[in-house]
Antibody, heavy 123, light 113 residues
Framework: EVQLLESGGVLVQPGGSLRLSCAAS????????MSWVRQAPGKGLEWVSG????????YYADSVKGRFTISRDSSDNTLYLQMTSLRAEDTAVYYC????????????????WGQGTVVTVSS | DIVMTQSPDSLAVSLGERATINCKSS????????????LAWYQQKPGQPPKLLIY???TRESGVPDRFSGGGSGTDFTLTISSLQAEDVAVYYC?????????FGGGTKVEIK
C-alpha cells in the first residue's frame, strides 16, 4: 500500500524558512516523479513543484521559483521542500503527491496523495 | 502558462440526475504525437486530499465508479456524473499536465438539490 506522510508544517514569521518532508513507502520511490501541491484556506489547488524520479530534473511554479527548492533522498525514500523568504500568501496545506505513471521525467497526474501538512506564515 | 477555466463554480443536482462540469484550457493539451489529451480530473471531499478520478481526459482510474466519465479534446473537456449519488458531494478539479507549470482549474462544487 502506497503511503505518503508529510511533516514539518508550523507557524513561521514572514521572511522565515522551513523544510517540509514527505516519507514515502509502498512503492519503488526512485521510479516515480513526485510533486508538492498546496491549498490555501478555502481556495483551490496550486501545484508548487515537481521532481523526476532520479532527482535530476526539477520544476517550479512561478510563484515560488527562486524561493523554494525541491529535493529527494532515495536512501530513505523522502521528498523535501525547502522554503525560504516565506510570505503570507504561502499559507496553505501542503500535499505531497506521487505521479501515476512510472519512469516519467516531468510530473503529470497524481495517483496518490498524503494527508497534508499545514504551513502558516504570520507575525 | 496554461490557464484552466472551469464552469460552473457550483452545481446543485437532484439525486440520480446527471451532473456535467466543464473545463477549458487556454491552449490545446492534446499531444498529437501520442494522440493523448494531457488532462486529469480530481474529486476532493471536505478535510480530505484530492482523489484522482480520470486521466488522459477519459480513462477512469481503477476503482472509480463507472458513473464518472470524462470527455473532450484539445481545449474543451467535460466530467459527467451520470447518476448523482450522495457520496459524490465534493469539489471537482481539472488539471493539465501538458506542460509545466502544471495548472488546475478553480474547482466546481457539486451539491444535492
Amino acid at each position: 500500500e502506497v503511503q505518503l506522510l508529510e511533516s514539518g508544517g508550523v507557524l513561521v514569521q514572514p521572511g522565515g524558512s522551513l523544510r517540509l518532508s514527505c516519507a514515502a513507502s509502498g512503492f519503488s520511490f526512485s521510479s516515480y516523479a513526485m510533486s508538492w501541491v498546496r491549498q490555501a484556506p478555502g481556495k483551490g489547488l496550486e501545484w508548487v513543484s515537481g521532481i523526476s524520479g532520479s532527482g535530476g530534473s526539477t520544476y517550479y511554479a512561478d510563484s515560488v521559483k527562486g524561493r523554494f527548492t525541491i529535493s529527494r533522498d532515495s536512501s530513505d525514500n523522502t521528498l523535501y521542500l525547502q522554503m525560504t523568504s516565506l510570505r503570507a500568501e504561502d499559507t496553505a496545506v501542503y500535499y505531497c503527491a506521487k505521479d501515476r505513471e512510472r519512469a516519467v521525467v516531468s510530473p503529470k497526474s497524481f495517483q496518490h496523495w498524503g494527508q497534508g501538512t499545514v504551513v502558516t506564515v504570520s507575525s | 502558462d496554461i490557464v484552466m477555466t472551469q464552469s460552473p463554480d457550483s452545481l446543485a443536482v437532484s439525486l440520480g440526475e446527471r451532473a456535467t462540469i466543464n473545463c477549458k484550457s487556454s491552449q490545446s493539451v492534446l499531444y498529437s504525437s501520442y494522440n493523448q489529451n494531457y488532462l486529469a480530473w480530481y474529486q476532493q471531499k471536505p478535510g480530505q486530499p484530492p482523489k484522482l478520478l480520470i486521466y488522459w481526459a477519459s480513462t477512469r482510474e481503477s476503482g472509480v465508479p463507472d458513473r464518472f466519465s470524462g470527455g473532450g479534446s484539445g481545449t474543451d473537456f467535460t466530467l459527467t456524473i451520470s447518476s448523482l449519488q450522495a457520496e459524490d458531494v465534493a469539489v471537482y478539479y481539472c488539471q493539465q499536465y501538458y506542460s509545466t507549470p502544471l495548472t488546475f482549474g478553480g474547482g466546481t462544487k457539486v451539491e444535492i438539490k
